[in-house]
């Protein structure tokens, strides 16, 4: 892999190309903390979920997940806003615990050294959203950044990743997504934006290729030893 360029994000938007970045799973290793807040969660909130179940709904929309988990409208009602809550309690406890996925900061640098816009896509709430930022300690690479404040539904929603293509200011066609859920990968896929699939959160190759992942890598690091022959190297040109 070469050196990083010494440059900027172009202003010129007609000259911008963008990295939309999942980051639960993708650049921090916290999909395992969100299951164990939700198992607990689900429990105290007196209708205990399989810890499996719910690990194969992480990624999604919140109100998809509720719907995913439980039986039905009724035990939505009855049980989805003190899980919710107690989930977000539980996990803002542990939060200790989360740790930076190898390489993820030698990425964002490398994306925003070569000039590449680099967009967190997440629908993670603005409290989680600023502590995942303050772990990643790398702003001075992130050009823009969502949360869930920004939209009504998300993933697999393509809501967040056409709000993240706006923040970059460029169209679908200059963007690459990373996420490690087969639901970043619908949801780009709705945005019309290609997603490189990684295995770092859980889900294997094949269902990411089956989701619509246009290459798979084990993590981030495997992508940024990989960077130049990955479609974004492609796309950068």
Known sequence: MSEPADTTVPENPDDRIAVLFDIDGTLVDSNYLHVDAWDRAFAD???????????RSIGKDGGELLESLLDGSDEVEQYGERASELHSEYYLQNTSRLRVIGGARELLAELAGRGIAVVL?????????????????VD??????????????AKPEPDIVEVALDRAGVPATR???????????????????ECIGVRS????????????????????AELLANLDDSPIGKLAG
């Open 175 to 193: 963007a690459v997504m990373v996420g490690d859920a087969v639901w970043d990968i619908e949801a780009a896929a709705r945005a019309g934006v």
């Open 140 to 153: 001075d690479a992130i050009f823009a950044a969502t949360s869930s404040g920004d939209v009504e539904t």
């Open 121 to 137: 896509a997440t629908s993670a709430p603005e409290n989680e959203l600023e502590i995942l930022r303050e772990l990643l300690d």
């Open 201 to 220: 959160g859980g889900f294997g190759e094949q269902e990411l290729r089956d989701a619509g992942a246009v290459a798979v890598y084990g993590d981030v």
């Open 45 to 55: 909130a007196g209708r205990p979920v399989d810890a499996w179940r719910i690990h």
